[in-house]
T-cell receptor, first 113, second 115 residues
Framework: KQEVTQIPAALSVPEGENLVLNCSFT??????LQWFRQDPGKGLTSLLL?????REQTSGRLNASLDKSSGRSTLYIAASQPGDSATYLC????????????FGTGTRLKVLA | EAQVTQNPRYLITVTGKKLTVTCSQN?????MSWYRQDPGLGLRQIYY???????DKGDVPEGYKVSRKEKRNFPLILESPSPNQTSLYFC??????????????FGPGTRLTVL
């Protein structure tokens, strides 16, 4: 059964730092992995989707990588800003012959001005 | 504007009183899904639908029902709500090109309290 883990649960960094958020999954036979951002009391905003055949995806200051063999994905945020403060979630598709999605519990990021 | 809408946004009810949370999308998406979010447990998938009249269980389907009679709508039904179903519920949809390209977009959430 697919399990998704995000460590650390919380992270505080000064403005301007480059940072990496981690997402680990137990079953490497995924179809895709998606990163989301969630602001307090709000819904989820899709950031990046990486297909199983891809190694990375980029959008602005964000870069997500995928290493299926090691069961890891990372979200790299360059030159962090206070507006990046939010909870970041990753979700991996289940490979059990169904089309389910398993979410990690998220990393709560605070960027200090 | 392309969006996923949910109604109601907030609901307080009592144990055993049947309720329905509606979800609608205007993007002609095939795939739709319901999740619940609980502190410490993250988001867990309740049900999903690949297309009209095609639904399947997620990881936590007990106590919930869904239907997909139209492509744009995917209501979540709680026949007999219990306090352990108090949660924040999200609906999501995606254009099903293939599962590899299944990028999900989320609604604003429905906060349900069952007393």
């Amino acid at each position: 059964k697919q399990e998704v883990t995000q460590i650390p649960a919380a992270l505080s960094v000064p403005e301007g730092e480059n940072l990496v958020l981690n997402c680990s999954f137990t079953d490497s036979a995924i179809y895709n992995l998606q990163w989301f951002r969630q602001d307090p009391g709000k819904g989820l905003t899709s950031l990046l989707l990486i297909q199983s055949s891809q190694r990375e995806q980029t959008s602005g200051r964000l870069n997500a990588s995928l290493d299926k063999s090691s069961g890891r994905s990372t979200l790299y945020i360059a030159a962090s800003q206070p507006g990046d403060s939010a909870t970041y979630l990753c979700a991996a598709s289940s490979s059990s012959g169904t089309y389910k999605y398993i979410f990690g519990t998220g990393t709560r990021l605070k960027v200090l001005a | 504007e392309a969006q996923v809408t949910q109604n109601p946004r907030y609901l307080i009810t009592v144990t055993g009183k049947k309720l329905t949370v509606t979800c609608s999308q205007n993007m002609n998406h095939e795939y739709m899904s319901w999740y619940r979010q609980d502190p410490g447990l993250g988001l867990r998938q309740i049900y999903y639908s690949m297309n009209v009249e095609v639904t399947d269980k997620g990881d936590v389907p007990e106590g919930y029902k869904v239907s997909r009679k139209e492509k744009r709508n995917f209501p979540l039904i709680l026949e007999s709500p219990s306090p352990n179903q108090t949660s924040l519920y999200f609906c999501a949809s995606s254009l099903w090109a293939t599962i590899k390209k299944n990028e999900q977009f989320f609604g604003p959430g429905t906060r349900l309290t069952v007393l």
